[in-house]
């Protein structure tokens, strides 16, 4: 049989364009990360950059944990502390370049940190004494923000620059604790203590509004880059568990939990900073969830489920890249009996869809 040209140059070009995609493509991926040895009994990660760096901290179930970095390469390393035991990894540039939180002297004091990845630790805040935890931070690592424990005992949410300088965001009833800022620093977010129940705060302009959840319990964990979308948790009336909402000035706080009887409890815990991609958990605190473009929540553990080892689980999905990529949490590794933070990547392009 003959065959035209013109057929052999199209099936050459569709066997180009194979070549390229296999070359091209990239698996998904799931790893569980384990522990620190010697330091720890299971782990979490709280943190990811753009090109999945983890910051975690190794727990311990009792006294104080270890925080660390994890990459593909090296895996876990330890950040190290001010001279004490204990220290605890809560926030990462995009650039994976500085790691923030908190570590304890050899007094046994946490204070706030920064950590260069590679390098030195760094106290961000110079009052020795005093207790204080850093847990958000700027796009650019210039803005960090989270908490300062007064002489009194009262805990005070603040904002702390790259030249040295502090504000406290103060509190509208007892204690209060930032969660997170905006990519330009204006916009600051958290929880404050109203007589011993905690309710989300929106902080912008020296100015901390409280954001209405009805009166029940609420607390806000983060916040997209130009401070519009908030998100957290909060408890309904008549409702055992807290539920995840998505909040700005002009709907104010949405359920995003889906069916109550399908879903039951959660909470979403970040946000890209388009405000696109939500990352938390459903099912009480038992399936890492995704919300993507006002979806209702995706099972994580359903959609990479061809990824899970054996008998494992990935339980709350507490940050992710900026671009979508990279999730990571907390959840039950089959493999080791244990709890472990683990790192999805869903591949590149693949969480981040075109808009309609």
Avoid at 126 to 145: E, F, M, N, Q
Avoid at 224 to 251: C, H, L, M, Q
Avoid at 339 to 353: M, Q
Wanted: aromatic fraction near 8%; glycine fraction near 14%; charged fraction near 20%.
């Amino acid at each position: 049989m003959t065959v035209k040209a013109s057929s052999k140059r199209n099936r050459s070009v569709f066997a180009l364009l194979a070549t390229l995609s296999c070359m091209t493509a990239q698996p998904q991926s799931l790893h569980f990360l384990g522990v620190l040895p010697g330091h720890s009994e299971w782990s979490e990660a709280l943190g990811v950059s753009l090109d999945g760096r983890v910051v975690d901290t190794s727990m311990r179930r009792k006294g104080p944990g270890r925080a660390f970095v994890w990459t593909l390469e090296s895996g876990l390393v330890d950040l190290g502390t001010l001279g004490g035991v204990g220290s605890d990894a809560r926030a990462i540039t995009p650039d994976g370049r500085l790691v923030f939180g908190s570590a304890h002297g050899p007094d046994g004091v946490p204070r706030s940190v920064s950590w260069t990845v590679g390098g030195a630790i760094q106290p961000i805040d110079h009052v020795l004494g005093i207790r204080s935890g850093a847990s958000g931070v700027s796009a650019d690592g210039r803005i960090v923000v989270g908490w300062v424990a007064l002489p009194s005992g009262v805990l005070h949410a603040i904002r702390w620059t790259d030249d040295g300088r502090s504000e406290m965001l103060g509190s509208l009833r007892g204690d209060s604790m930032a969660s997170d800022v905006s990519a330009d620093g204006r916009v600051v977010v958290g929880l404050f203590d109203a007589y011993h129940s905690p309710l989300a705060f929106r902080w912008e302009d020296g100015t901390m509004h409280e954001i209405d959840s009805g009166g029940q319990e609420a607390g806000a964990t983060a916040v997209s880059a130009d401070g519009r979308v908030i998100v957290g948790w909060y408890f309904p009336r008549n409702f055992a568990t807290a539920r995840p909402f998505r909040w700005t000035k002009e709907t104010g706080l949405v359920d995003i939990g889906g069916d109550r009887q399908q879903f039951g409890g959660g909470a979403a815990h970040d946000i890209t900073p388009d405000g696109r991609i939500i990352v938390g958990r459903t099912h009480g605190a038992n399936s890492a969830a995704r919300w993507v473009d006002g979806s209702g929540p995706e099972d994580l553990n359903e959609t990479y489920a061809h990824l899970l080892p054996p008998n494992s689980r990935m339980w709350q999905a507490k940050a992710i890249s900026d671009d979508g990529r990279y999730i990571v949490g907390r959840g039950y590794n089959g493999r080791t009996g244990r709890t472990e933070a683990f790192v999805l990547d869903t591949g590149p392009g693949r969480a981040l869809s075109p808009r309609p």
